[in-house]
């Protein structure tokens, strides 16, 4: 069961790493729901929410506890943006410290953060409204990465650095 989940939480990393370049590849208005659009953080976020979504379809299926284990996969979903976005501005307004090399292990960090929240969350007892918070969240999240790629507003996180 563990072996499953790093092999998915693997793959979701690899997944990520190639939406990076799949609108520059295919422009059009489909891809640029699933890919970044330009350089910015927040359409970086897609390269988190796409894959472990995915993901979390894999490791449900068949599955005799999904919703339980779907909430734990959605809290992860959930988390792994906070945990890059909070790491990212630290770091690059903290302390002045960015670069690719710094970007892509914070990828990977928060992906795997994640996944490490979800699995540790899989066998928790969680009220039904819980899972209903979640999902709702996770919805307006993945709406928003979709809207805010065709309706940018003028903040820092969604503009591409200079």
Same mark, same amino acid.
């Given at each position: 069961m563990k072996r499953k989940w790093l092999i998915a939480g693997f793959l979701s990393i690899l997944a990520?790493?190639?939406l990076h370049f799949l609108y520059d590849l295919w422009p059009n208005p489909l891809t640029a729901v699933f890919a970044p659009v330009n350089e910015s953080v927040w359409e970086h976020l897609?390269?988190?929410y796409w894959p472990f979504l995915a993901a979390a379809f894999v490791l449900?299926?068949?599955e005799a506890d999904g919703r339980k284990r779907w909430c734990g996969l959605l809290a992860g979903l959930l988390r792994a943006p906070l945990l890059l976005?909070?790491?990212y501005?630290?770091?690059s307004c903290g302390f002045?410290?960015?670069?690719? !090399?710094?970007?892509?292990?914070?990828?990977?960090? #928060?992906? #795997?953060g994640g996944f490490a929240l979800a699995w540790h969350l899989q066998k928790a007892e969680f009220p039904a409204w819980v899972c209903g918070v979640l999902v709702i969240?996770?919805?307006?999240?993945?709406? #928003?990465?979709?809207?805010?790629?065709f309706?940018? !507003?003028e903040l820092p996180i969604f503009m591409p650095p200079v």
């Open positions: 990520g790493s190639a897609k390269l988190l449900t299926k068949g976005l909070g790491a501005y630290t770091l002045a410290l960015h670069g690719l !090399p710094l970007d892509l292990i914070l990828y990977v960090l #928060a992906m #795997a969240a996770a919805g307006v999240y993945g709406a #928003a990465l979709a809207l805010f790629s309706a940018l !507003p």
